[in-house]
């Protein structure tokens, strides 16, 4: 009895270990063209989630590919760093966006945003504090999180809209946007990538454009481990 009983609190400790595991998928954020293919502003991308029991979640962006603070190299030249090793230099100064999800989005399912984190975000691979970072206390529920890029406010994420915020379409694109190796050389481009990590007791992240990340398995594996012990208990 003593030793059943041992596997099983073993089987749920698994259980709620997993419940907390990481997850992480990959999206991108695409230029908005207006007439005579002029840049007006970039999509958003909104990730739908269900927080299963209340505690913390985090949510971590590695995207920014600029060594502009000098955690790799030291020479203080904003060297292009390969991230997420997809070969390229399309890369966004994120701004994170948090709602509740009542299956109609406006601006009292608002509740916080985080632009810039210069202190946590480092622990996915980030080498940059533009790589938005937050961490909070959520109740069980449904919720959305918006992935945009910089200087965005919530009423734009409502609206599904960004604006141009660096004072209208100019055909080349700052540090804080989709841009190349070297600050001082920027060049557009029509998109960038980014990585989003959630910790937490979390199910069904899914990006609403209908990108599904694969499920956890350890949660289910935990599951079967004390099913395990039942049956093995009940024979």
Not at 26 to 47: M, R
Not at 71 to 90: C, K, L
Not at 148 to 160: H, L, N, P
Not at 206 to 230: D, I, M, R, W
């Amino acid at each position: 009895m003593l030793k059943y009983l041992k596997n099983a609190a073993a089987a749920m400790a698994l259980v709620a270990a997993s419940s907390a595991s990481a997850v992480t998928v990959s999206g991108t954020l695409h230029q908005v063209l207006g007439p005579g293919n002029v840049q007006v502003g970039n999509t958003i991308d909104f990730w739908a989630f269900h927080v299963n029991s209340a505690g913390i979640v985090s949510f971590d962006i590695l995207s920014w590919e600029a060594d502009s603070e000098d955690r790799v190299t030291v020479d203080g030249i904003s060297e292009f760093v390969d991230v997420n090793g997809d070969g390229e230099a399309a890369f966004i100064d994120s701004n994170i966006f948090l709602f509740n999800d009542d299956g109609s989005l406006d601006a009292g399912d608002y509740i916080t945003d985080v632009d810039d984190n210069f202190s946590d975000t480092y622990t996915d691979g980030s080498i940059d504090g533009s790589d938005s970072y937050l961490s909070i206390n959520l109740n069980p529920g449904d919720y959305l999180l918006a992935v945009a890029r910089c200087c965005t406010d919530e009423d734009d994420v409502v609206d599904d809209l960004i604006q141009n915020a660096f004072g209208g379409p100019s055909g080349l694109v700052t540090c804080s946007f989709f841009f190349a190796p070297n600050c001082t050389e920027s060049y557009e481009h029509d998109h960038g990538d980014y990585r989003l990590t959630v910790l937490g007791d979390i199910s069904n992240l899914h990006n609403t454009n209908g990108t599904v990340p694969a499920p956890a398995s350890l949660a289910l594996l935990g599951l079967g481990v004390l099913g395990f012990g039942l049956a093995r208990r009940r024979c």
